[in-house]
């Protein structure tokens, strides 16, 4: 990638197409480290219309040493320490909780200036994507992995438009997957890399959190549109000739002991057709795996519904009785929509 780049917005839309892979993912969420990070991820948000939020991160200062970091504290309560730090210079619990209780308190200033009432999201078992503006040593990005790992997110990816190698190889070791777009050799600093690296404002970083909820709380009040069985075979006829070659995810929600299809789950797989034969009354499921054609089949079907969704996104529901249900999670890719535009 060529440096420097415009702005933290073009950054956020060419991060959005190096991370494309996770665009259909229906349990993601993006987390911007603040200031600096909110537009970059906002961008990318958009694009996988995807709920956006914050991970704030406060350092713990060493007592007498305020500059070296003794741990960290993040959004949510979790907390990581550096325990060398802390058995080196023997730092005491009284004066940890001390220096916890004053970071914590302004941790909580910082997530009331910005999100106000709203509560923080729920990270457990999902596919979280942290996103900078660039790192130079990587502390906050660091330490806000090290805390949002307590939380048992399933995956976690770092998001950089710029590093220095060394530090995108020090924080592979903590993440499932780093994407940074550039690593300029030698590094000076993050700023030299945009034309434009003005300072983010805190009154710019809740102007975008305040659309990003918005729009999040009028796609959770629209309900899903049910289809009447008899539009079935046309539905997905349409359906097939408009997403063709978009990614699909295949997820079964029953108890396992009610699962038709256990075990089955799959990420990113290409469609190659979505049918439905009302004589078998049965769902036909075809997506590439592996360069080969591999058909699903889901049979006796109760509902078909269509969630509300974005333009690079869709999301159907076949509900398949007895409280279960499939859930298939289709994306755009970068290529079909550079093509239609």
Known sequence: MELPIKNRIA???MLAQALDAYRSRNNLLILALPRGGVPVANEIALAFSAPLDLLLVRKLGAPRYPELAMGAIASGGAIVMNEDVVSVHQISEEEITCVRER???????????????????????????????????GATMKAGVAALRQMQPETIVAAIPVAPSETVTELQAMV????????????YAIGGCYTDFGQTSDKEVIEILKAAWAQEANCSDEEPHILEKTDWPEYCRQFSH??????????????AEMQRHRGMKFQNLP???????????????????????????????KRLAEAPHGASSALLQIDTGEGGSI??????????????A
């Open 11 to 13: 950054a956020g839309r």
């Open 103 to 137: 970071e914590g308190k302004e941790l909580r200033r910082r997530e009331q200036t910005y999100r106000g009432d709203k509560p923080a999201p729920e990270i457990s078992g999902r596919c979280v994507i942290v996103v900078d503006d660039g790192m130079a040593t």
């Open 176 to 187: 499932d997957e780093v994407v940074c777009l550039a690593t300029p050799e030698p590094f």
């Open 242 to 255: 408009e997403h063709h070659g978009w990614l699909v995810s295949f997820r079964e929600e029953a108890p």
């Open 271 to 301: 469609l190659q057709s979505l049918d439905y034969d009302a004589r078998d009354d049965v769902f036909q499921l075809s997506v590439l795996d592996t360069g080969k054609p591999h058909e699903i089949s889901i049979f006796c079907p």
């Open 327 to 340: 859930l298939l999670g289709f994306s755009e890719t970068y290529a079909i929509a550079k093509a239609r």
